[in-house]
């Protein structure tokens, strides 16, 4: 991108423009997005070294079950649905709530609350059904690695629940506010990163697992 | 007051009212993700693709999904607020698949030459 391109740019003058430094510090909102970018990302470093370690250790089964024998691919289709509902009615809230319509917001943190439920309650039932016949995390590296990775966006699925029932509570108690506004920009930043790990995941895990 | 505009936009601190979607656009990518998370289920489970090919085919559903949750849900566009965003992204995507294929490939190498072990 050269100046001349930059200079082309309809209405817009050049000491303007907006990520180059242009017309002073950008609005606060945009920063707090950025630094919570940031800890996304480096939570996907995290995730990227569970992927490598289950990349290496899925054929290390020690004799017992493989992924073909334990998924159920039903079931995770409908942990997906449930996911990906629940990444849409968090967008839909977080745009009613820059709209300050707080009754509309609460409604759609209630159905991003229960689909990110069913969702835990589904992966928590698979994950009990496997302990009971014997295909725990103990068994052998495959399902060491399994429950490492698949446990861990669990659990971050978990605080997300637990933080976005902290965040109603805000909604509640102080209202639509600037402050309060930014915070639900990064749980929406955050819920939605979660949905992309979980694209991740139901490829690699499950659906090249199984086949 | 357009042109006052421009400078407002600049204001530490102030909050403006800046819509960076509308119902459409999570409408658009939801309908996309669901089709793409389709295509992964039945192209797995179906000879729909030439088998070999299936892996590839399932990353490539895999990518085109990440996408549409980035650009859709997450709002990275190509206009001047993301791209900051853009270029931390660049970079984590880079350290990604150093840490995932070198880790893959380290070990394969590693497997590769080991002693041929007694069975136990």
């Known amino acids: 991108m050269t100046i001349a391109a930059i200079d082309r740019a309809p209405s817009v003058p050049t000491e303007l423009v907006r990520g180059r430094g242009g017309g002073g510090p950008a609005p606060k909102r945009i920063v707090v997005a950025f630094g919570f970018w940031i800890f996304i990302l480096s939570d996907m470093i995290m995730f990227s070294a569970l992927f490598a370690a289950h990349a290496v250790l899925r054929g290390n089964t020690a004799g017992g079950p493989t992924g073909a024998e334990l998924f159920n691919l039903r079931n995770v289709f409908i942990e997906t649905m449930c996911l990906l509902l629940s990444s849409y009615t968090c967008g839909l809230g977080a745009l009613s709530a820059e709209r300050r319509q707080p009754a509309r917001f609460l409604i759609f943190a209630a159905f991003t609350f229960v689909l990110g439920a069913a969702f835990l309650f589904i992966e928590a039932t698979e994950f009990a059904r496997m302990v009971e016949i014997g295909a725990g995390p103990s068994h052998s590296g495959f399902l060491s690695a399994f429950f490492t990775l698949v446990g861990m966006h669990g659990l971050h699925v978990t605080s997300g629940l637990i933080a976005l029932v902290y965040l109603v509570a805000q909604v509640i108690a102080k209202g639509l506010r600037a402050p309060v506004l930014r915070r639900l920009l990064c749980w929406s930043l955050f819920w939605h990163a979660l949905d992309i790990v979980w694209v991740g995941v139901f490829t690699l895990v499950y659906l090249m697992g199984a086949s | ?120």
């Open chain 2, 1 to 120: 007051m357009d042109g006052d505009h421009l400078f407002e936009d600049r204001t530490p601190g102030v909050e403006e009212y800046e819509p960076t979607a509308n119902y459409l656009t999570y409408t658009v990518g939801l309908g996309l993700a669901i089709l793409a998370t389709i295509a992964s289920f039945v192209v797995a489970q179906t000879n729909l693709l030439w088998p070999p090919g299936i892996p590839v085919g399932l990353i490539v559903l895999a990518l085109a999904q990440i996408g549409v949750h980035l650009v859709f849900f997450l709002h990275l566009g190509s206009g001047p607020d993301s791209t900051n965003n853009i270029l931390a992204l660049a970079f984590g995507v880079l350290i990604v698949f150093l840490v995932i294929t070198g880790s893959v490939w380290i070990i394969a190498n590693l497997n590769s030459n080991m002693m041929p072990m007694p069975v136990q």
